[in-house]
């Protein structure tokens, strides 16, 4: 068991009164940081927490239940800000795979560029990469936004059920693949759709809906350069006892 | 002229004719619901040899027998302990009514066991039923949530299952009511489709950081478990150890199925005794035994099945089918304020008949059990099918112990290989254990009849 104590020690005054929690992860255990984040970190009112050398680790800022502040200075592996609820997790860096995956609420930055399945099976909350996001960026979203500044992997939204996603550069092969109700946006060129998926025009809603996404990831790009891709939803009904003869 | 007369092909008999003719009718493949129906080697082809003059039994009905049973001792915090054994294996709200939930919770709960979610996530009667609830995290993510993580005791990360391992799931229109579809994120009637897989893991090496993910999230208090399909059993079985399971269910092709393609069910996965042998080969040859736990499922019925599973390694096993079974799935009849009241119209209406039926994927159960039509779910009463499942745990239990005793076993975890023949060369090969009169298993040994092997040398 992590001695939290030790580690809370290690605390600073911010600016505004509250205090600042800094962990280095070169000294002190992954372990140590996300028990601090799930059990301690509310009680001690604590206003932001930082993480230094962060060096790739993977589930930093998991499972988090609370309006926490976590910046993350510097590159982080797997699943960061995994399973987030209520908290806004930035990464000064770039995130591996699977970053804010299952989010349910909360805001994760991702400032650098993100690996496969960023936002994967998100329910809620807003994921903003200023990168690029590699492949299957929001498969099986079930709800949550994701804005990337940058360009997106193939088979991005993957089985995506609910949700938008907001893509300011390209898409490679197979974009919105077994689509069902989330909804794409995208303002470069997609180098192929996926099965089901087809594009869409632009209504007053949707740039609405995309004026809104970039003004929360505090982006400039125009609205009406965005193109809608939905589900065609043509798989939606196999028909597979059509006959019932059987 | 009667077909008594008549010669039947053996390649194209009436149900190779059937299956092309339906196929050619409507262009689909058929789905449906149960699991296996073509027979494979299974438990009935092992038999105990009990004690006699050189083993000692215990006196049947009274000598203590411990059934007390440990899962997820390897890493968790908070491991795992049932009374019995015998599991309620994982099946989802949506496949079944919440009602039915409801009973396997209580009847779980009242034996002293665990029971599983499955897709689409964990219905609040379920968590109120179940004093033990494994919580599964499936390919679909449907309704999976960090709050029901926490609430739940142990995590299940499906990579397969028995009936159709590396096929993914479905669940058709006509069961993705409001209810369902709403914790499933879906639109209500369509029919659904769950992953075949996880959408933020790819492979073994993936899986061991998945699984510290989940540690970290629970800090490090809850088994995970890691289940598989039975297809390359040894192998997966050492790459979910490797991975960091505390506990590793192994399914085989014998286990039950809500909706899936027939071509699955019947041909893909291999029977649950082979499996078996081979998850604990693997776990043999990792000296992991006693370290983590296995679970095997995948047609077990009877306290029999259970304790040839035991003896030949598992820890415990998981019944979904055979629980369905004792909540009325294929009875002539179900129960209503305490009256049985016939269904065999209904079961007629479906084109089937009690003890045939597995039309389970249509919604339209003709006892309850899997549907989620408000009209049909309702013949179901939680504490009717709470109480039939309880007695059916009961009586697998006592079987179980009663075996036990005869083996001469103060615990029913003390069964063990030796204790077990074959009747089948098949059998035999598959479980790792003698044809029944000889010292033989057939790829291991050369033993001969009688005991006596290829050199004539007697064994003991």
Same mark, same amino acid.
């Given at each position: ?19 600042? %929690? ?8 992954? %372990? ?30 998991? @499972? ?48 650098? /560029? ?43 939204? /993957? ?16 974009? @919105? ?20 998926? %087809? /594009? ?25 350069? /965005? ?20 | ?24 009718? $409507? ?23 009990? *004690? ?50 409801? *009973? ?9 066991? $665990? ?126 150890? &490797? ?98 009241? $016939? ?15 597995? &039309?389970? &994927? ?87 009849? $009688?005991?006596?092997? *290829? ?6």
């Amino acid at each position: 068991m992590a001695n939290l104590n030790q580690v809370a020690e290690r605390a600073s005054p911010a600016r505004g009164g509250a205090h600042v %929690r800094e962990f280095d992860l070169s000294r002190d255990s992954l %372990r140590q940081l996300n028990l601090y984040l799930h059990k301690q970190a509310v009680a001690d009112g604590v206003g932001q927490i930082r993480v230094h050398n962060p060096d790739g680790a993977h589930s930093i800022a998991c @499972g988090l239940n609370a309006e926490l502040d976590v910046q993350i200075h510097g590159h982080a592996g797997y699943y960061v800000a995994g399973m987030n609820q209520h908290a806004a997790v930035t990464v000064h860096g770039n995130a591996g795979p699977g970053a804010a995956e299952n989010m349910m609420s909360g805001r994760v930055h991702v400032k650098g /560029f993100a690996s496969t399945a960023a936002g994967a099976s998100a329910h809620g909350g807003l994921l903003i990469i200023d990168g690029d996001a590699s492949l299957r960026c929001g498969i099986s979203l079930k709800g949550a936004d994701i804005v990337v500044g940058g360009s997106v992997g193939s088979f991005s939204a /993957f089985m995506a059920q609910a949700g938008r996603i907001v893509i300011c550069g390209d898409a490679e092969d197979a974009l @919105g693949d077994s689509l069902y109700e989330a909804v794409i946006y995208v303002r470069g060129k997609v180098r192929s759709l996926g099965a089901d998926a %087809r /594009f869409e025009p632009m209504a007053d809603s949707d740039r609405a809906a995309v004026k809104g996404l970039l003004a929360a990831a505090g982006r400039g790009e125009d609205p009406a350069d /965005f193109k809608r891709v939905a589900s065609a939803k043509s798989l939606y009904h196999w028909h597979a006892d059509a006959d019932q003869e059987y | 002229m009667s077909t008594r007369d008549l010669e039947e092909s053996a390649g194209f008999d009436r149900h190779t004719i059937d299956y092309i003719q339906r196929a050619a009718a $409507s262009g689909l493949y058929e789905i449906r619901g149960l699991g296996a129906k073509r027979r494979v080697p299974n438990f009935d082809d092992l038999l105990f040899l009990a *004690a006699s003059l050189s083993r000692y039994p215990l006196e049947g009905y009274r000598e203590r027998c411990s059934t007390k049973t440990l899962l997820g001792t390897r890493f968790a915090s908070k491991p795992i302990e049932l009374a019995i054994p015998i599991t309620v294996a994982g099946m989802s709200f949506g496949a079944l009514s919440a009602r039915v939930k409801e *009973a396997l919770g209580r009847a779980a709960t009242e034996v002293g066991t $665990s029971t599983t979610t499955g897709d689409g996530g964990m219905t609040a009667e379920e968590r109120a039923a179940s004093k033990t609830l494994v919580y599964q995290c499936l390919p679909s993510r449907y309704g999976f949530n960090p709050d029901d993580v926490r609430r739940a005791d142990a995590i299940e990360i499906v990579i397969g299952q028995g009936a159709k391992p590396g096929g993914g799931g479905m669940l058709l229109g006509q069961k993705v009511n409001p209810r369902v579809a709403r914790m499933r994120t879906l639109p209500e009637g369509v029919d659904q489709r769950s992953a075949s897989r996880h959408p933020d893991w790819t492979g073994p090496d993936d899986l061991v950081i998945k699984i510290k993910e989940l540690r970290e999230i629970t800090d490090w208090e809850k088994p995970i478990y890691v289940k598989v399909g039975a297809t390359r059993t040894f192998n997966d079985v050492k790459l979910a150890v &490797h991975a960091g399971a505390d506990v590793v269910v192994v399914d085989g092709m014998q286990g039950g199925t809500a909706a899936t393609q027939t071509v699955f069910i019947e041909h893909v996965g291999i029977p649950t005794l082979a499996a078996l042998r081979q998850a604990v080969d693997a776990l043999d040859d990792l000296n992991m035994r006693g370290t983590v736990q296995l679970v095997i499922s995948g047609g077990i019925r009877s306290g029999a099945d259970v304790a040839k599973a035991l003896a030949m390694g598992a820890d415990a096993v998981a019944i979904g089918q055979g629980v369905l079974v004792a909540l009325g799935c294929n009875s002539d009849s179900y129960i209503v304020n305490g009256q049985h009241l $016939s269904a065999r119209e209904d079961y007629a209406a479906l084109g089937t008949a009690p003890g045939f039926c597995h &039309h389970c &994927h249509t919604g339209k159960c003709p006892v309850g059990v899997t549907t989620q039509d408000p009209t049909l779910e309702l013949r179901l009463e939680p504490e009717v099918g709470a109480k039939r499942l309880k007695n059916y745990l009961k009586t697998v239990n006592m079987e179980l112990t009663t075996v036990a005793r005869a083996c001469g076993k103060q615990d029913v975890h003390h069964l063990e290989k030796e204790d077990l023949v074959a009747l089948t060369v098949e059998a035999a090969a598959m479980a790792g254990v003698p044809l029944a009169g000889t010292t033989w298993i057939p790829g291991r040994s050369s033993g001969g009849p $009688s005991g006596a092997d *290829a050199s004539g040398r007697e064994h003991s």
